[in-house]
């Protein structure tokens, strides 16, 4: 039986910068090898990586907790306000105005999880940051633009799939973004 883990939350900030990256490429590397195939992985980093403006826009949250007495980062993610629906800062195709929440979406965003704590409820913790604090700032949908590895947790927290797309990574290999969507 697997001992329960103690995680807490806060908004993440400039300084966590170098940690966020460090839990993005490890899940990344780890989390998506059931999924993809190496190539595709390599494909998917196209769309993937750290987007400041959740930073810079205090929305987006990291999950710590104790190991060997050490505080880790144990995961990462959070919500938009703008109409980038995925992707880091190197992502072509960014939209960085803001939604109008009586309109638009919210975006779940950049939701990693360090290998090391994957199966502890981070995914589903992260999700309802997000979703409880979009719906704080008013808006009344919420999307998210999922990989393959990650459309079995959305789909278990009630995300609907309403389309998916495919791209032509620079190595040639299929690059899948599935577009989702709940009701807040």
């Avoid at 899940?27 to 494909?43: C, G, H, Q, R, Y």
């Avoid at 060997?68 to 980038?84: I, N, P, Q, S």
């Avoid at 949908?141 to 393959?148: F, H, M, Q, R």
Wanted: hydrophobic share 35%; aromatic share 6%.
């Amino acid at each position: 039986m697997r001992a329960k883990v103690n995680f807490s939350h806060r908004i993440a900030t400039a300084a966590d910068t170098d940690a966020i990256i460090a839990v993005m490429k490890a899940s990344i590397a780890e989390n998506m090898k059931d999924f993809l195939t190496p190539e595709e992985v390599t494909a998917a980093q196209e769309t993937m990586g750290l987007d400041t403006t959740l930073i810079e826009d205090g929305t987006y949250f990291v999950i710590e907790t104790e190991k060997d007495g050490e505080t880790v980062l144990a995961g990462c993610g959070g919500w938009g306000k703008r109409r980038t629906l995925y992707g880091g800062n190197h992502t072509k195709g960014r939209d960085d105005s803001y939604a109008d929440p009586s309109t638009d979406a919210a975006r779940i965003r950049a939701m990693y999880t360090h290998p090391d704590w994957t199966r502890n409820g981070i995914g589903t913790l992260l999700i309802e940051l997000g979703e409880n604090a979009a719906r704080e700032a008013g808006f009344k949908t919420i999307e998210l633009g999922s990989t393959l590895p990650g459309e079995p947790l959305y789909r278990a927290r009630g995300y609907e799939e309403i389309s998916r797309e495919t791209q032509i990574a620079a190595n040639g290999s299929v690059n899948t973004v599935i577009l989702m969507r709940k009701a807040l």
